[in-house]
């Protein structure tokens, strides 16, 4: 068995496993909070690679590390932008404020590895430093933001593309059954026809818009306060940092960061997380509202709506034979109600900070990013798995559309507003259809209810006005 390393900090030594890259700092962190069990989003980890490349080839550019210990810096670095040490990031989401814990253990793995790359052993600080060298001219203040701001754009970026699958099953639902009338409803009672395309194509156009409102937040995460060292004045790092640290962060990883109009504004403030929060929180309450129309089209089928049908994906019930729910659309509300949830926490987080820099930058982080993960995770599943498979029960809407009274409403410009109701509540006392009453009482003759409540005459009801 590998003896334990002696590693050193500003409170004294520990014993820290051999086999670990992270060290002392990352060892009281873990003892110090061990509350969650939860670990860090890998778009955090890999943003904070990305970061801890481009500070080191800065400084090696400008005079800040010797070209020896900044290329094994950045290699390191690169190898952690791949994924190699996800395991090595140990730190609990809920930890000591600001993120320095966790910032502390990139610092550690990245100087571990650089030192084996050097040939060195680990923890063999005085040749190459997780303070002094990888983190040369920066702090976890404005590290920390600028990674988390750049682990969003990462997160939003697969999210959109998740968002756009959803939409486009959604839209092609709107063609299939776009010559299918139905009942609308308001309020949940009968209102004048639609089609079934037309209420599917309604909710692909709601995601298409909301899409069409990310570009503001992602330029606001695009200006990264990196450079800006403790409070903003960038103290300890060598001059021209700032420009090319943030120069070399967009080239490595394709994104159009920017640095900070103000440097002392992006260290006070995290509103760039809120605003992706609440872009979030505005997503998740449209796919409610879409879970819950799918859940409620397809209820019954004797004793519910059952107009359309949803792919029947596994068994319903442990007691009850052949029931089949909607659960897809259940979890996507889930799923959905996680995200409000943790926009909850985000606002409570953001507001948070005092003075000269927010502290509770972890946990507003962490949330933007799982529950972009979460939705960027599921929404291509439920496209799949219950939006494709959809079918209209056309039994049924037509059904629904022929016994609505409410189809009555285009009589109002021939008969007026209160023969219409009159007749309408005739209607719905005997039992007997609209369609009867107005030939019985010679209000009109059937070629005119033919023309005016016809199924051609329906279907172009459901046709906006231009």
Not at 386 to 409: K, P, W
């Amino acid at each position: 068995m590998v003896p334990p390393r002696l590693e050193k900090d500003s409170l004294g030594p520990r014993e820290v496993p051999d086999s670990a890259y992270w060290g002392i700092q990352t060892l009281r962190a873990r003892e110090n909070f061990p509350v969650s069990g939860l670990r860090a989003s890998r778009h955090l980890i890999r943003a904070y690679a990305f970061l801890k490349l481009a500070s080191a080839r800065a400084n090696v550019e400008l005079g800040g590390l010797d070209t020896e210990r900044g290329g094994a810096i950045g290699t390191a670095a690169e190898e952690m932008a791949a994924g190699r040490f996800d395991g090595e990031i140990v730190i609990d989401v809920f930890q000591a404020g600001a993120g320095t814990s966790f910032h502390m253990n990139v610092n550690e793995v990245l100087a571990n590895r650089a030192l084996e790359i050097l040939g060195k052993p680990r923890g063999d600080y005085a040749t190459l430093s997780p303070n002094d060298h990888v983190n040369r001219g920066q702090s976890t203040n404005d590290t920390y933001p600028s990674a988390a701001q750049v682990g969003t754009l990462f997160a939003l970026a697969q999210l959109k593309g998740a968002v756009g699958t959803l939409s486009e099953s959604l839209r092609k639902k709107g063609e299939e059954f776009a010559r299918l009338p139905k009942a609308g409803r308001t309020h949940l009672k009968d209102a004048m026809p639609v089609t079934l395309g037309a209420e599917f194509h309604a909710y692909a156009t709601a995601l298409t818009r909301i899409l069409e409102g990310l570009p503001p937040v992602e330029r606001a995460l695009a200006e990264i306060p990196l450079g800006g060292s403790a409070v903003g004045s960038g103290v300890n790092s060598v001059p021209g940092f700032r420009g090319r640290a943030v120069a070399e962060y967009a080239r490595a990883t394709a994104l159009p960061l920017v640095v900070a109009r103000d440097p002392f504004e992006t260290m006070q403030s995290r509103w760039p997380l809120g605003a992706a929060s609440a872009w979030l929180r505005t997503l998740a309450l449209e796919l409610v509202r879409i879970a819950n129309d799918l859940r409620l089209l397809s209820s019954g089928p004797a004793t519910g709506f059952d107009e359309i049908r949803l792919p029947e994906i596994q068994p319903g019930s442990s007691i009850m034979p052949a029931k089949v729910n909607p659960s897809a659309a259940e979890c996507l509300d889930m799923v959905a109600f996680h995200v409000l949830g943790a926009d909850a926490a985000t606002a409570y987080a953001v507001a948070a900070g005092q003075l000269e820099i927010n502290v509770m930058m972890p946990l507003a982080a962490y949330e933007v990013l799982f529950s972009a993960e979460i939705l960027a995770n599921y929404l291509p599943v439920f496209a799949r798995t219950c939006v494709d498979g959809i079918t209209a029960n056309r039994g049924r809407l037509e059904q629904y559309l022929v016994e609505s009274a409410a189809i009555a409403t285009v009589l109002t410009p021939r008969l007026g507003y209160l023969k219409v109701a009159e007749l309408l509540h005739d209607a719905e006392r005997s039992g007997r259809p609209v369609r009867e009453l107005l030939v019985e009482r010679g209000l009109l003759t059937a070629a005119e209810v033919e023309s005016l409540l016809g199924e051609a005459a329906l279907l172009k009801l459901t046709e906006p006005v231009p």
